[in-house]
């Protein structure tokens, strides 16, 4: 990926793009006076994810500091991209246009058209992912756990503090999607929020100070429990960072950013594999085969 100065891209503040309980600044400010739309007071992070240890611990002058449980299907590649790369790739997607998208964010979409009420979907008009991804997903290939990954999807998500950007928690698709879930994170560090909504209690267990690796190694005594619903743990994304949630991160956790984490213009990549009904051996083989060859030819554009 050659090298080029990034140019921010002008924020024009037009009509937002927010439906129901969705809300930005933009119509916030709008509507004016004291908004029942209001977003709920939002919990304090009380555990951080370390990508050291895989671990979330409690985070410090909180009632749970000094406690810890683990958290396993989180990886984070921390400088995937130079400087360098990062900007000529933020460039190129700002050649195309932004579709306005709800909570005040911008999005490009290259992936097939989806209703995934009906669980449907149509190829035409998908061109496959655009060419400045390829050496992108070449790279992927070259760490553990992403030999195999064939995105076949991939999202362009346009943050800014200026709308108020954020997104409500919620789990990805897992009819169409597959297991992993990768994010490249560019232009500005965030904090990916991590909610469990299921019923019963998270264990935790004592953590020793600087370091989890006696826990990880050695038998682990759980001797406190919280609630799930009131645990959110934050994982720190450094810019330019590739992030990959799979099992139990990504199918179980919801994940989120928050509008108090947006403090600078962030542009993030997400890339989406195929579910097993899509892959050899599953219902819609055939399908998923095509869809994969036209997403390899990355010829795309926005959709």
């Known amino acids: 990926m050659a090298a080029a100065t990034v140019a921010e ?6 009509e937002c793009g927010c439906k129901g309980i969705r809300t930005c ?20 992070e009380r555990f951080t994810y370390c990508s050291h240890t895989g671990w979330a611990v409690g985070a410090q002058e909180s009632d749970f500091e000094g406690w810890a449980f683990p958290f ?3 990886t984070l590649i921390e400088d995937f991209v130079t400087r360098e790369e990062e900007a000529e790739l933020v460039r190129l997607m700002d050649r195309d246009p932004w579709k306005l998208s709800q909570s005040g964010r911008r999005k490009q979409d290259y992936g097939p058209k989806v209703n995934f009420r009906k669980r449907k979907l149509k190829a035409a008009g998908f ?17 553990p756990n992403l030999e195999d990954f064939r995105p076949v999807e991939q999202c362009n998500l346009d943050y800014c503090p200026e709308r108020g950007s954020a997104i409500d928690p919620h789990l990805d698709d897992a009819w169409l999607w597959g297991e ?5 994170n560019l232009l500005s560090s965030t904090v990916l929020s991590m909610t469990h909504e299921a019923p019963g209690s998270l264990l935790l267990c004592p953590a020793p100070p600087g370091s989890l690796e006696p826990l990880v190694e050695g038998v682990v005594a759980f001797s406190r429990s919280v609630l799930c ?6 994982i720190p994304l450094p810019r330019r960072s ?3 949630l799979s099992g139990a991160a990504r199918h179980q956790w919801q994940h989120a950013i928050h509008r108090r984490h947006i403090t600078a213009r962030r542009v993030c990549a997400t890339f989406r594999e195929l579910s097993a009904e899509f892959c050899s051996g599953g219902r819609q083989q055939e399908l998923g085969q095509k869809l994969l060859q036209i ?4 010829q795309g554009r926005p959709t």
């Open 229 to 234: 619903q009131d645990v959110e743990v934050a």
């Open 9 to 14: 891209a002008p924020e024009v503040l037009q």
């Open 127 to 143: 061109r496959g992912l655009p060419s400045f991804s390829q050496e992108v997903v070449r790279r992927m290939g070259l760490y």
């Open 180 to 184: 992993r879930l990768v994010s490249l």
């Open 295 to 298: 997403a390899f030819s990355f």
């Open 242 to 244: 590739l992030l990959v």
């Open 25 to 44: 600044l933009i119509c916030e400010r709008q509507r004016g006076g004291d908004p029942p739309w209001q977003l709920p007071p939002q919990n304090p």
């Open 72 to 74: 396993p299907g989180v």
